[in-house]
């Protein structure tokens, strides 16, 4: 009977826990139910990753793109915890695909890009939803970087999108993950994950080069250990 006791309180426990998990969401994301997986989100990163970062210093309403590097596939959940808005993100047709995870990026609307056959299309939904008023997060290296000291250049989609759509670029770094090079095997390697953003970039009246070179200064720039965070 003691352990009957023990296993009902346990349940008690997780359906009360499960009843609150919205309120660690740091946006709303318009459904009790996905504001539920956000905030499992939130803190999943907190804990099992003990992610230290800046709130991103999005507007309250209207476009916006946000642009991080991609050092594995723990940087948008981190991303996502890091957010006072729902983020719309462009994903690879194949990882938006990926078995166990397709409904979430369903979920969440995410924008997938077939690289190999119409890469354009994925461009004409983003600029899309920026003209709705939604918030856009991409990762315009293009993929995962494996080599910390060699980034690959940044693609120019980015740039165009900000351009077209008349809004503003908003950068951010991801650093300290421990499953830095992995895909969904980061999730499950412990870290210190840590976020950084950094001044918005308007890349209004700048070339399309210029802007991109501006961008790439922040998001390759090597992290300095003296300003990790404790």
């Known amino acids: 009977m003691i352990w009957f006791g023990f296993f009902v309180g346990f349940l008690l426990l997780a359906y009360y826990l499960f009843r609150r998990l919205d309120s660690f969401s740091t946006a709303d994301w318009g459904s009790r139910k996905v504001n539920r997986i956000v905030g499992f989100i939130s ?15 999005l507007p309250e309403k209207g476009s916006a793109l946000v ?31 990926r078995f166990g995870f397709n409904w979430l990026f369903r979920l969440a609307k995410c924008i997938p890009v077939d690289r190999e056959a119409r890469p354009e299309r994925a461009l004409r939904d983003a600029l899309t939803a920026l003209e709705q008023g939604d918030v856009v997060a991409v990762f315009p290296h293009g993929g995962i970087q494996v080599d910390p000291d060699t980034p690959p250049k940044l693609k120019g989609g980015v740039v165009f999108l900000a351009q077209k759509a008349n809004c503003t670029i908003f950068p951010v ?15 499950f ?5 840590s976020l950084k953003t950094y001044p918005p970039l308007d890349c209004r009246g700048l070339e399309h080069g210029d802007c991109l070179t501006r961008l790439s200064s922040v998001i ?11």
């Open 43 to 57: 803190l999943f990163c907190r804990y099992l990753h003990r992610f230290q970062f800046d709130l991103l210093p």
């Open 67 to 97: 642009a991080s590097n991609h050092i594995s596939g723990l940087d948008p959940f981190l991303l996502i915890a890091a957010s006072p808005r729902p983020l719309r993100f462009l994903i690879a047709r194949e990882e938006y695909e």
């Open 173 to 187: 770094r991801v650093d300290d993950v421990r499953g830095a090079g992995h895909t969904a095997l980061a999730l």
């Open 189 to 193: 390697i412990p870290s210190s994950s």
């Open 220 to 230: 390759d720039s090597k992290k300095v250990t003296e300003n990790r965070p404790k």
